[in-house]
């Protein structure tokens, strides 16, 4: 089993910037990612990142996100960021740290490990 625990969902205003952090307890997936689901809505894919080698990996966004967020990680952290910048209100969501055993992430249903969430809000 592995758990995630993910950090820095909060309030902003509009045209803000954020980064979520999250971090695995071990490494036993190749490929992690963010879903976010807003009120009323299903989960949806945001961004996600291969493993694969400590020089190489793939990565995968949303249309909606592309060009303003961007994730990264941290192989011997086992960690995975998302950096979101620009901000807009119908990004207010909760954000789902994600791990799996798939080269990569696209769909919920690849998805082995989730985390708990954190709230992001952004304001008009």
């Known amino acids: 089993q592995v758990q995630l625990e993910e950090s820095g969902g909060r309030l902003v205003q509009a045209g803000a910037s954020l980064r979520l952090s999250c971090t695995a307890s071990?490494?036993?997936?190749?490929?992690m990612g963010w879903f976010r689901q807003a009120p009323g809505k299903e989960r949806e894919f945001v961004a996600s990142?291969?493993?694969?080698?400590?020089?190489?990996?793939?990565?995968l966004y949303v249309d909606s996100v592309k060009g303003r967020f961007t994730i990264s990680r941290d192989v011997a952290e086992n960690a995975v960021y998302l950096q979101m910048n620009s901000l807009k209100p119908e990004d207010t969501a909760v954000y789902y740290c994600a791990a799996s055993t798939f080269n990569t992430i696209g769909l919920d249903t690849e998805v082995d490990y989730w985390g708990q969430g954190t709230q992001v809000t952004v304001s008009s």
């Open positions: 990142i291969s493993w694969g080698s400590d020089v190489t990996y793939n990565t």
């Open positions: 071990r490494r036993a997936f190749i490929s």
